[in-house]
Every structure is written in structure tokens, then in C-alpha cells.
């Protein structure tokens, strides 16, 4: 399948690989993102992710039609986690491969800006005693 | 009229889903919505941004509404 687009409890980054491999691509790029433990120097104990699904599993699919058509990519993931996630674990996954390593660069790159852009996706940030639901107020 | 509700948008109305049943409050477009919302919950005129998706994609002010839509109020999103 050219396009792996999905919504999951728990992300499992060992199984980007195979989904990106490919014979006629000569470069495979993949950004991971976690939970960081400080937030302004504030210890952040979890994330909470909640999301408007069938929305959000439309928006993805059209960043990733936009991402193959621009830089004719074989294979393309978005990726991304909801509920609760702890320090370290990954949240988000998004990938590319192509023939060459200059267009999975910067599709990757694509990818990542635009899905933290328009997908409907809210973070809330979990300290000890408060949590925040991030980017909502200036 | 079903109105959705997600992230800090819906710790501000205390519901994921709010029902405009009577006829006289039925906004009939994307940007009545918001002032009414607005107006209800003055916490969203704080809000960094406020749009709204009917059927799932996002919609300009000038969209009307009929109430058989599924509407759903997006705040700022925070993926990733």
C-alpha cells in the first residue's frame, strides 16, 4: 500500500521500516515525536491526546496525497497516538521513502508542519498540580 | 442541531455535544454559530483561534448550516 494513515492507542515504531520499504526508493525519512519531560522548566508528568477522528484520518490523507504528488514519493505513513502518554514514548510518526534522499527530507518535513497545522488532534500537558491544553490561548 | 465539541472547547461548555433544538436558536450559518457561542461562553473569545468543521472538513463564516450537518467545533489544534 502507497499510503499507511492511522490513528492508534500506541505507536510502534519498530514497524515504520517495513511499511516505508521499498524497491524503487533509494531513501526512507522518518520523524518520531515524543513526550519531553519539561515544558518551560515545568516537570511534565503525561500527555493526554484526543482527537476528531473521521476528520482528523481526512486531514491526514490529504497531507499525505499533497506530500506524493509534490515530490512523487513511493510510500508514504502518518501516524499519530491519543489518550495518555508518558515521558519519552513516542506519540507521532510520520515517514516517506523515495528514489532519492533530498524528497523524503523534505516531505518528512512537510509532513510533520502541516499535520501539527490542520489536524484536529489537542495535547493537554500534564504537570503536578495543573494540567494545560496546549497552544489554546495566546 | 448537534454541535460536536473537542479539546478546550469542550471543557468550556461542560459537553462534548451540545443540541440547538429550538427553532428560533438555530444559527443558520458557520458564523451565527460562533457568536452565539461567543455570546453563551464568553471563554471562547480568549481562545487563540475558533473554527468550525461541518461534515468533517473545515468551513469559511459564510457557510450555512440547515442542521442536519454533522458540526463539530475545532480550538487550536496541537498534534504532534
Known amino acids: 500500500m502507497k499510503k499507511i494513515i492511522e490513528i492508534v492507542d500506541t505507536i510502534e515504531t519498530a514497524q515504520v521500516y517495513a511499511e516505508l520499504s521499498d524497491a524503487k526508493s533509494g531513501g526512507i525519512c522518518v520523524f518520531v515525536g515524543t513526550v519531553r519531560e519539561f515544558t518551560n522548566e515545568e516537570e511534565v508528568v503525561a500527555l493526554e491526546f484526543e482527537t476528531y477522528k473521521t476528520m482528523a484520518l481526512k486531514e491526514m490523507e490529504k497531507i499525505a496525497d499533497r506530500a506524493i504528488e509534490k515530490w512523487n514519493l513511493n510510500k508514504v505513513v502518518l501516524r499519530h497516538a491519543v489518550g495518555e502518554k508518558g515521558v519519552a514514548e513516542p506519540v507521532v510518526v510520520v515517514g516517506a521513502s523515495s528514489a532519492h534522499r533530498d524528497a523524503c527530507f523534505e516531505a518528512c518535513r512537510f509532513l510533520i508542519d502541516t499535520l501539527k497545522e490542520t489536524v484536529p488532534i489537542w495535547k493537554k500537558e500534564k504537570f503536578k498540580n495543573k494540567s494545560v491544553w496546549v497552544s489554546a490561548h495566546p | ?80
Open chain 2, 1 to 80: 442541531m448537534n454541535v460536536l465539541f473537542f479539546g478546550i472547547a469542550k471543557d468550556i461548555v461542560g459537553n462534548s455535544e451540545l443540541i440547538f433544538s429550538e427553532e428560533l436558536n438555530k444559527p443558520r450559518t458557520v458564523a451565527a454559530l460562533k457568536k452565539q457561542l461567543v455570546d453563551s461562553y464568553p471563554e471562547f473569545s480568549k481562545l487563540n483561534a475558533l473554527a468550525v468543521a461541518v461534515n468533517s472538513e473545515y468551513a469559511t463564516d459564510d457557510v450555512t448550516l440547515n442542521g442536519s450537518e454533522e458540526i463539530a467545533i475545532i480550538p487550536p489544534v496541537s498534534g504532534g
